[in-house]
């Protein structure tokens, strides 16, 4: 039981870094924001000559600036940076919420009570948030490429599909949630006969 609540404690540890790291990045991404807009809403002979900016979406260019001209229009910056932002910032939060359940259900592990009434509905709530994060994650590439396809940063869709190893993963915290609903059981059962 020792080794169940020093692993516990470490992962919640982890998971609580990430979580500050999480907030980090989101704020990271407002003021890379908020620098690209600033540059964008320069006049073209106040930046400078040699200045080259381009993005990558998986294996797509998109040329922003190249020596100091640029390539595409203000308004196709503006849906690209706002687009590819509100989906990292949707993803970051996720993540977050994703992070949140683990910590809760790290909380009677931390304390040696693995099998504490209520941990096995936390972890299939994790379950339902992994399969949810996989479906999810498929529609908002869907929507992006759409995006990018009609503002002309991408010139072909790429092909769309759903990730097994998501559903995998789900199906697995599926049954996890099981064996923690029988040893929640099997407690109960030990704790009425003390």
């Not at 995006?147 to 049954?175: H, K, T």
Request: glycine share 6%.
């Amino acid at each position: 039981m020792e080794k169940l609540t020093k692993t516990a404690r470490v992962v919640d540890v982890f998971a609580k870094i990430l979580f500050i790291f999480c907030i980090v990045a989101i704020c990271m991404l407002i003021v890379a924001n908020i620098f690209l807009a600033v540059a964008i809403s320069l006049p073209i002979e106040d930046l400078p000559k040699g200045l080259s900016m381009v993005f990558n979406f998986d294996d797509n260019d998109f040329v922003v600036f190249e020596n100091g001209q640029l390539m595409i229009t203000e308004r196709q910056f503006a849906i690209y940076v706002i687009s590819a932002s509100v989906t990292e910032i949707i993803w970051v939060a996720i993540l977050m919420i994703g992070i949140k359940l683990v910590r809760r259900m790290m909380v009677p592990m931390k304390e040696g009570r693995p099998f504490e009434d209520g941990i096995s509905k936390i972890i299939k709530k994790f379950g339902h948030f992994v399969l949810a994060a996989t479906v999810f994650g498929t529609f908002i590439r869907f929507l992006l490429d759409t995006v990018f396809i009609a503002i002309g940063a991408e010139p072909e869709p790429l092909p769309i599909s759903i990730s097994l190893d998501g559903i995998f993963a789900a199906i697995v915290i599926y049954l996890i949630s099981y064996i923690f609903r029988y040893g929640e059981e099997l407690q109960k059962q030990a704790d009425e006969t003390l």
